[in-house]
């Protein structure tokens, strides 16, 4: 027990370092390479901060452990709207301007349609994978497109993602490869003992690895999404704080569950396809729905959030 515990948590800090060091390289090479903070912010900052999801998916699928590899990626969007949108809006009441959420929010409840359909079916495979990466492609074009077309306030959004990253000053190329290099070879070790921990600890909990990959994996695997929200709010940057959200989860549903299906064919366990792929279905449109209502997620209604995490965890723990 102990050592899966050793293992689990040594794959966590792996797995943020990595995640870290990745987006802070590759931010810093982009702007090196003369690419905009728009499109910085768009794909390197939204890959970037999914890399730990992605990492920990693809070697989980691997391994032959479904429940962590889809787990992993439902129990992190269940995580980032309860939990890390919920205590940064406990921080700072979230206000978010219409215009700027309104393709963000069709994005975010197709995708999330688009996965549940998918895990329902039972089987995600080549074709599914296929699928959910030619989605992801699409919104990246889509908001490109619209966002540099004319100034708006998605396009300001973006731009404040990336630079609130914050990149060594005068680094230069050698060094920010190297952070490169380091964040994902970080990434994958950490990913590997993750899993392989988990695996172990859900063993000798006596719970699934379903259970586990949606609770200690997920919650794990979201902690650069966690760094960025609480930055963001500090720094009174709410746009951002909820911009990072929904931009990961888009990403976790089209991007780390499509390239880890494009890799590995992966079998649905039963809980969660009956269960907590519904959750994350809820809980996103819960949140579309209280966005709308008022444009504003305040202290109440975060605190609510945090609470229906709290009372989601323990029945996943008792069930």
């Known amino acids: 027990m102990m050592s899966s515990i050793a293992l689990v948590a040594g794959g966590l800090v792996l797995l943020a370092i990595g995640g870290e060091l990745l987006v802070r390289g590759a931010v810093g090479m982009a702007s090196r390479l003369g690419i905009s903070p728009l499109l ?5 900052v939204g890959f970037g901060t999914s890399t730990p999801e992605l990492a920990t998916s693809v070697q989980a699928a691997l391994a032959g452990s479904p429940g962590i590899a889809i787990g992993n990626v439902v129990g992190s969007n269940i995580a980032n709207i309860l939990f890390i949108l ?3 809006a406990v921080i700072l009441p979230l206000s978010v301007n219409p215009a700027s959420f309104r393709r963000d929010s069709i994005a975010l409840g ?3 349609l688009l996965c549940t359909g998918a ?9 599914t994978g296929i699928t959910l990466i030619a989605c992801l492609v699409g919104y990246i074009w889509w908001a490109y497109k619209s ?23 005068q680094a230069g190329p050698l060094v920010l490869g190297a952070m490169i290099v380091a964040g994902l070879t970080a990434a994958i070790f950490g990913a590997g ?15 699934s690895e379903s259970v586990i990959g949606l609770t200690v994996v997920a919650v794990g695997t979201s902690l650069p999404e966690l760094i960025a929200c609480i930055v963001a709010v500090l720094r009174k940057h709410e746009d951002v704080a909820l911009g990072n959200v929904v931009g990961s989860n888009i990403y976790n549903l089209c991007g780390i569950l499509g390239i880890t299906a494009l890799i ?3 079998a649905v366990p039963a809980e969660i396809a009956g269960f907590d792929i519904w959750v994350m279905l809820g809980v996103t449109a819960l949140l ?15 605190a609510l959030l945090v609470a229906l995490y709290a009372a989601y965890t323990t029945f996943l723990v008792l069930r």
């Not at 895990?119 to 074709?127: I, S």
């Not at 579309?288 to 975060?302: A, D, M, T, Y």
Request: proline share 7%; charged share 15%; aromatic share 4%.
């Open 86 to 88: 919920g205590l940064s």
């Open 40 to 44: 910085a912010g768009l794909t390197i």
């Open 119 to 127: 895990v329902v079916y039972g089987v995600l495979g080549a074709l």
């Open 110 to 112: 197709g995708s999330a």
């Open 288 to 302: 579309l729905v209280q966005l709308r209502s008022g444009w504003r997620l305040s202290r109440v209604e975060g």
């Open 193 to 207: 003992w993750l899993v392989e921990g988990a695996v172990v600890l859900a063993s000798a909990a006596g719970v």
């Open 147 to 169: 966002e540099s077309a004319a100034p708006c306030p998605e396009g300001e959004r973006h731009e404040h993602e990336a630079a609130d990253v914050s990149v060594p000053p």
């Open 264 to 266: 590995e064919p992966i």
